[in-house]
């Protein structure tokens, strides 16, 4: 199931056997360049290199207000400075972008023994992994270097000035145009390259990209959101029209868990893998015990108050809610993907805690914990192997209802059966239609936004779309709360600071910030400043 992770675990084996000053370079530098490139296998060998470039699990989320961690964040609360270097946001997406550069510039040589459609689909793996490395860099720092080609120590691009947003994502579609015509379907991929990137994984990543773009422009006043939301549009539906995905059959808890991975679970586009097993380890991960457990990344009381209660009202309309007594009382009449993301009171936990009872405030800051991975084997080797969805048909529908929306001022309720709905019934939850949002003082939009908000939840989302939307210079300033104190569970070992009505206060509001007028970009790192003196300071920085 996992035959790719082999290969990339050669991949960087060789890596490693590299000189320290060759670590950046592409696996053939340890054979010859010159008598490489000649088969499919050395191009697929060198495109396996880029899968490394996928990102793992993270605690990105801590940036936003949908978590905190042990300690406040200075993204999420705006104390940040320009840094000297910023080596896996800025440098990491550059290297991936030389080395997709250098397979397309080189795989057209292996044409006298390769056919020009195998040729075309390693060029178009790396091309949208150029594109990936690519929209990270624009989506954080704006204007940035545009390189298609590799460069040596003296190309005139290293002191080139940065190329405009909007010749980046250009090109971004560029690529991905390529890949989505010469890759294959996720059903030729079959298993034994399940993993790879398919013509829908690119399809699907241009859809995020072109959401990304629309909105942004949209809410931020520039460019042209009506061509990028059209692009989000047309990718999404023509993902959907594939039939190639689809909803996981089994429960949302265990899309997270090894009941989710591999060909059965249609649902998964884009995934990180792990593995391949305990005695077998090629790459690993403590996601759970390491970042969840300990309190690396905690839930907060916003992200709770987001789930809807199961008639489709939120919490301060529906008639169901009732102010908790005790710590399940939270989950009752609750949109169940909260149960599946929160950790509960019976829930199954750790080796030596083997059942949930509260979380403990000395680590878990807001009284809540994360549990989507929550996994006691993984707990107890601190060595998962579950793999790290990255980009899931349930992005897609959201996406396409989103754009749709924000294109068109309207979705029609057919659109909405096809998208949040098939969303909302996973979850118990009531469905929405234009009707009952008229009738229940709902703004279609609004809930739009909060079904991707609860269906995404602790997947790195967040953040990015308080910036698009331009609404994170409200919502990042205001104060991180947590659940409700609930004496009796908590205990008073640990001293916590509450509001009037008897929330867990980790972090005034007096102690957060948002600059509209800088924190929509991130600071270029100060050291490529130096290096190339054409390149200027994102404003306010």
Wanted: some cysteine.
């Amino acid at each position: 199931m996992k035959t790719i992770l082999k290969y990339i675990a050669v991949t960087v084996g060789m890596l490693a056997g590299l000189p320290a000053c060759e670590v950046e370079r592409l696996p053939e530098t340890a054979i010859s360049d010159q008598t490489y490139w000649r088969s499919e296998g050395d191009l697929k060998f060198a495109a396996n290199y880029l899968y490394t470039f996928l990102p793992g699990w993270s605690t990105e989320d801590v940036w936003s207000d949908d978590a905190i961690g042990l300690a406040s964040n200075n993204i999420s609360d705006g104390s940040r400075l320009a840094p000297a270097t910023d080596a896996g946001n800025y440098n990491t997406n550059y290297t991936l972008i030389r080395a997709a550069n250098n397979i397309v510039e080189k795989a057209p040589r292996a044409a006298a023994n390769t056919a020009q459609s195998i040729i075309d689909r390693y060029v178009a793996e790396a091309r949208f992994f150029r594109a990936w490395g690519y929209y990270n860099l624009v989506q954080r720092y704006g204007d940035v270097p545009l390189i298609l080609k590799t460069l040596d120590e003296n190309s005139q691009e290293l002191i080139a000035p940065a190329s405009p947003r909007v010749a980046i994502f250009d090109q971004i579609y560029q690529d991905l145009d390529f890949a989505i015509q010469k890759l294959p379907t996720h059903t030729a991929l079959g298993t034994a390259d399940f993993g790879r990137i398919s013509n829908t994984s690119a399809l699907a990543f241009k859809a995020r990209v072109a959401l990304f773009e629309g909105t942004r422009s949209k809410y931020h006043n520039y460019g042209e959101p009506t061509k990028h939301l059209k692009a989000a549009v047309d990718a999404a539906k023509a993902v959907i029209d594939s039939k190639q995905h689809d909803l996981f059959t089994g429960a949302y808890f265990d899309l997270f868990q090894m009941a989710g991975e591999g060909r059965q679970n249609r649902e998964n586009i884009i995934v990180k893998q792990f593995g391949v097993s305990l005695t077998e380890r090629v790459v690993t991960h403590s996601y759970y015990r390491g970042s969840l457990e300990n309190g690396n990344m905690n839930p907060t009381k916003s992200l709770a108050d987001s789930y809807l209660m199961k008639d489709g009202l939120p919490i301060t309309k529906s008639p169901l809610y009732k102010a908790p007594v005790v710590s399940t009382d939270v989950f009752v009449d609750r949109d169940t993907r909260m149960s599946d993301t929160f950790m509960k009171k019976g829930d199954p936990m750790m080796t030596t805690k083997p059942i949930f009872d509260i979380a403990p405030l000395v680590f878990n800051k807001t009284g809540f914990m994360f549990r989507k991975t929550a996994n006691i084997d993984d707990w107890n080797t601190s060595a998962s192997t579950i793999d790290r969805p990255i980009l899931r048909y349930a992005e897609v529908l959201v996406t396409y209802a989103e754009a749709l929306y924000e294109l068109n001022g309207a979705i029609s309720d057919a659109d909405l059966d096809l998208t949040v709905n098939r969303l909302r019934q996973r979850g118990g939850v009531a469905k929405l239609t234009n009707a009952f949002a008229t009738t229940n003082g709902l703004n279609i939009r609004d809930e739009i936004r909060r079904e991707r908000r609860v269906e995404l939840a602790q997947e790195g989302f967040r953040y990015w779309d308080l910036i698009r939307w331009k609404t994170a210079e409200v919502e990042l300033p205001k104060p991180i709360l947590g659940n409700y104190f609930f004496k009796a569970e908590f205990g008073t070992v640990t001293s916590v600071r509450l509001t009037p009505d008897n929330y867990i206060l980790v972090q005034d509001a007096s102690f957060r910030k948002f600059d509209p007028a800088r924190d929509y970009l991130w600071p270029l790192p100060i050291n490529e400043i130096a290096l190339n003196p054409s390149l200027k300071q994102n404003p306010g920085w």
